[in-house]
């Protein structure tokens, strides 16, 4: 079957790094995708990676390992607006996302 | 804004009404999807409109009905749904789905309960 797994919860303390793991089991792959939604409010896009590697963007990076079906997001110099739910996805062989239950992350001053 | 509106953000109903939420996306895009958000699980996929014809339908039950009358518009009709209906239905939609850099933008939800 097809699976992803995040942890439920992380509490990280402000200015302070996170990184959240997403490990994936699908029927074919094509990318996968990191979202960021704030309690009440739409998922919004943060990062895609379908090669192996780390891809930065500002505070956040987001790492992709093909042949262990795992991923990361890295957050640096937390902030306390990065409070939020974290949603891994991947990009199954018929191009249709499978997600994660998403990743409550708390950040505390 | 992401370009993607729906409408209402909050329902109530009860299990003999008929409702519709509606999804307008001013993106341009060709794909268009509702998903059910329910507290700690995965986002499911319930339909998915790809050039207005329906392309992905996951087994959802009847009382849930999608109507897509051209690329900017989703709506999703509610009749006689269940308690365990009660959900944050999220919109969202994409340019291309067959594609692997397939971003998909999202709506802000309707919170959906069902008395």
């Known amino acids: 079957g097809q699976n992803i797994d995040q942890p439920t919860e992380m509490t990280a303390t402000e200015g302070a790094i996170v990184q959240i793991n997403c490990t994936y089991q699908?029927?074919?792959?094509?990318?996968l995708f990191w979202y960021q939604q704030h309690a009440g409010e739409a998922p919004t896009f943060l990062s895609y990676?379908?090669l192996d590697g780390l891809e930065e963007k500002g505070r956040f990076s987001s790492f992709l390992s093909r042949s262990k079906g795992y991923s990361y997001l890295l957050l640096k110099e937390l902030q306390m607006k990065d409070s939020a739910s974290y949603l891994c996805?991947?990009?199954?062989?018929?191009?249709?996302?499978?997600w994660g239950a998403g990743t409550k992350l708390i950040i505390k001053p | 804004e992401t370009g993607v509106t729906q409408t209402p953000r909050h329902l109530v109903m009860g299990m003999t009404n008929k409702k519709s939420l509606k999804c307008e996306q001013h993106l341009g895009h060709n794909a268009m999807y509702w998903y059910k958000q329910s507290a700690k699980k995965p986002l499911e996929l319930m339909f998915v409109?790809?050039?207005?014809?329906?392309?992905e339908n996951n087994s959802v039950p009847s009382r849930f009905s999608p109507e897509c009358p051209n690329s900017s518009h989703l709506f999703l009709h509610l009749h006689t749904l269940q308690p365990e209906d009660s959900a944050l239905y999220l919109c969202?939609?994409?340019?291309?789905?067959?594609?692997?850099?397939?971003?998909?933008?999202f709506g802000p939800g309707t919170r959906l309960t069902v008395l």
């Open positions: 969202a939609s994409s340019q291309d789905p067959g594609q692997e850099y397939n971003e998909q933008f």
């Open positions: 996805a991947s990009l199954d062989s018929n191009y249709q996302l499978i």
């Open positions: 699908t029927s074919g792959f094509n990318g």
């Open positions: 990676n379908v």
């Open positions: 409109y790809n050039f207005k014809e329906q392309t």
